[in-house]
């Protein structure tokens, strides 16, 4: 994979309510404020992204299977499907690149069943906390590699 092609940012369930969702937890950021610094940050390393969100996990997993040989890594919020999805997981091994998964939140100091994630095992990086500068440190880690 070429180091110059585009990174895939995934955003999975309810985080195209973010702005409106629960602001308490998640901040005033919508997913397009996501998008912008994701673009923004990509373009210091002169690299591009491609964005893609659903609330549909198959959609999600479909995306991931087209990322195998056409992107270069994944930053992915997985939403609750972080802690329920196997078949997500899975499907995150095929495209064979780095994976950064990302939360807004920390997880750890939330629910105890957000403690738990399918896709920590496998990613190369996992970053919460952050709130949506999350994103650009996931992206600069991608794009410096």
Excluded: W
Excluded at 64 to 70: E, L, N, S, T, V
Excluded at 97 to 106: T, Y
Aim: hydrophobic share 45%.
């Amino acid at each position: 994979m070429a180091d110059t092609a585009p990174i895939l940012v995934l955003n999975g369930p309810n985080l195209n309510m973010l702005g409106t969702r629960q602001p308490e937890v998640y901040g005033s950021a919508t997913l397009d404020d996501v998008v912008e610094l994701c673009e923004r940050t990509a373009a210091r390393f002169d690299r591009k992204i491609v964005a893609f969100q659903s609330n549909h996990e198959g959609a999600l997993i479909d995306r991931i299977h087209q990322a195998r040989g056409a992107e270069s890594g994944i930053v992915i919020n997985p939403g609750g499907l972080t802690h329920t999805s196997v078949a997500l997981r899975d499907a995150l091994v095929i495209p064979e690149v780095p994976i950064v998964e990302v939360h807004i939140s920390n997880v750890h100091a939330r629910e105890e069943f957000r403690h738990h994630s399918f896709i920590s095992p496998i990613a190369t990086a996992v970053i919460a906390g952050m709130g949506i500068q999350g994103y650009a440190a996931a992206i600069e880690f991608l794009a410096t590699r």
